[in-house]
C-alpha cells in the first residue's frame, strides 16, 4: 500500500506580495529618481528666477504668488508628464507586459506604482519652497499639516490622471498629450499667476480643471490669506477616483 503525500503550497501573503513589488519598482526607478529630482530644481529655479527676470522689481505679493504656485507645478508635471512617459517605455520595453503577468492583483500593480512616483513628486514641493523663499526673501505662513495633506492630494490626482492617460492611450498619443500638457500648465493656467488675468469663459473651464484648485489649495497651505475651498478639494478628488478608475480598467484588459 502506497502513502500519498499531499503538497500544500501557501500563497504568499498580499503583503508581502506588495513589498516584492515595491522592491521591483523602486530597482527600476532608481536610476530616474536623481534626474527627475534635478529637473525638479532646475524647474523651479527656472521659473522663479526666469519670472523674476521677466517682471522687473517684482512686489512681495507677486513673488509670493509666483512662489505659492511653482510646488502645484512642479507635482504636476511629475504626474501629468513624467508619469506618463515612464508608462510608455515599459509599454514598448515590454516592461509592462511582464508585470501585468505577474500572479498579483491588478489594483497592487496600480497602488505600487502611485505609492513610487508619490515618494517621487513630494520632494518638489520643499525644493519650490526653498528656492522661492531665499530667492525673493519671503516669509511665508506654513500650515503644515495642511501642505502635507494637500500635496498629497495633488501629486495622487496627477499622477492617477498620468497613469490612466499613459495605460489607456496609444503610446503615440500619450507622448503628445504629455508635451501638450507642459505648454498647458506652464503658460495657460492660472498657477503662477492670478485667474483674473484670463478670459472669463477660460476662467469657468478651469474651476472644472484640476489645475486651479490645485493651485489654490497649495497656496491656502502656505499663506494667510487664502481660503482652503473644500468644492476645490472636491474636483481634484473626482479627478483622482476617475484616473484610479480609467487605470484599473485598463489593466483589467487582457492585452
Given at each position: 500500500?502506497?502513502?500519498?503525500?499531499?503538497?500544500?503550497?501557501?500563497?504568499?501573503?498580499?503583503?508581502?506580495?506588495?513589498?516584492?513589488?515595491?522592491?521591483?519598482?523602486?530597482?527600476?526607478?532608481?536610476?530616474?529618481?536623481?534626474?527627475?529630482?534635478?529637473?525638479q530644481v532646475l524647474l523651479a529655479v527656472g521659473m522663479i528666477v526666469g519670472f523674476g527676470f521677466l517682471i522687473p522689481d517684482i512686489a512681495t505679493d507677486e513673488?509670493?504668488?509666483?512662489?505659492?504656485?511653482?510646488?502645484?507645478?512642479?507635482?504636476?508635471?511629475?504626474?501629468?508628464?513624467?508619469?506618463?512617459?515612464?508608462?510608455?517605455?515599459?509599454?514598448?520595453?515590454?516592461?509592462?507586459?511582464?508585470?501585468?503577468?505577474?500572479?498579483?492583483?491588478?489594483?497592487?500593480?496600480?497602488?505600487?506604482?502611485?505609492?513610487?512616483?508619490?515618494?517621487?513628486?513630494?520632494?518638489?514641493?520643499?525644493?519650490?519652497?526653498?528656492?522661492?523663499?531665499?530667492?525673493?526673501?519671503?516669509?511665508?505662513?506654513?500650515?503644515?499639516?495642511?501642505?502635507?495633506?494637500?500635496?498629497?492630494?495633488?501629486?495622487?490626482?496627477?499622477?492617477?490622471?498620468?497613469?490612466?492617460?499613459?495605460?489607456?492611450l496609444p503610446a503615440s498619443q500619450v507622448v503628445l498629450a504629455a508635451q501638450v500638457l507642459v505648454f498647458v500648465i506652464l503658460l495657460f493656467s492660472p498657477i503662477?499667476?492670478?485667474?483674473?488675468?484670463?478670459?472669463?469663459?477660460?476662467?469657468?473651464?478651469?474651476?472644472?480643471?484640476?489645475?486651479?484648485?490645485?493651485?489654490?489649495?497649495?497656496?491656502?497651505?502656505?499663506?494667510?490669506?487664502?481660503?482652503?475651498?473644500?468644492?476645490?478639494?472636491?474636483?481634484?478628488?473626482?479627478?483622482?477616483?476617475?484616473?484610479?478608475?480609467?487605470?484599473?480598467?485598463?489593466?483589467?484588459?487582457?492585452?
Amino acid at each position: 500500500m502506497s502513502n500519498a503525500t499531499a503538497v500544500i503550497v501557501e500563497r504568499p501573503r498580499d503583503g508581502a506580495v506588495f513589498v516584492a513589488l515595491l522592491r521591483l519598482y523602486l530597482a527600476k526607478a532608481g536610476v530616474q529618481i536623481p534626474l527627475i529630482v534635478s529637473v525638479q530644481v532646475l524647474l523651479a529655479v527656472g521659473m522663479i528666477v526666469g519670472f523674476g527676470f521677466l517682471i522687473p522689481d517684482i512686489a512681495t505679493d507677486e513673488a509670493t504668488f509666483l512662489t505659492t504656485g511653482v510646488p502645484t507645478t512642479l507635482l504636476l508635471m511629475v504626474g501629468l508628464v513624467f508619469v506618463p512617459q515612464e508608462i510608455v517605455k515599459r509599454r514598448t520595453d515590454g516592461t509592462m507586459t511582464y508585470l501585468r503577468s505577474l500572479p498579483v492583483p491588478r489594483w497592487m500593480l496600480l497602488m505600487g506604482d502611485l505609492l513610487v512616483w508619490l515618494v517621487v513628486a513630494l520632494p518638489g514641493v520643499a525644493i519650490a519652497i526653498a528656492v522661492g523663499s531665499l530667492y525673493f526673501d519671503l516669509s511665508l505662513s506654513i500650515s503644515w499639516g495642511l501642505l502635507i495633506g494637500v500635496s498629497f492630494v495633488i501629486a495622487l490626482m496627477a499622477t492617477a490622471v498620468g497613469y490612466a492617460m499613459a495605460v489607456s492611450l496609444p503610446a503615440s498619443q500619450v507622448v503628445l498629450a504629455a508635451q501638450v500638457l507642459v505648454f498647458v500648465i506652464l503658460l495657460f493656467s492660472p498657477i503662477a499667476f492670478p485667474a483674473d488675468r484670463l478670459p472669463g469663459w477660460f476662467q469657468s473651464v478651469h474651476d472644472w480643471l484640476p489645475f486651479r484648485p490645485a493651485a489654490d489649495l497649495m497656496r491656502a497651505s502656505l499663506t494667510e490669506g487664502s481660503d482652503f475651498q473644500v468644492n476645490q478639494l472636491l474636483v481634484l478628488a473626482v479627478w483622482a477616483v476617475v484616473g484610479l478608475a480609467l487605470s484599473l480598467a485598463a489593466l483589467a484588459r487582457k492585452k
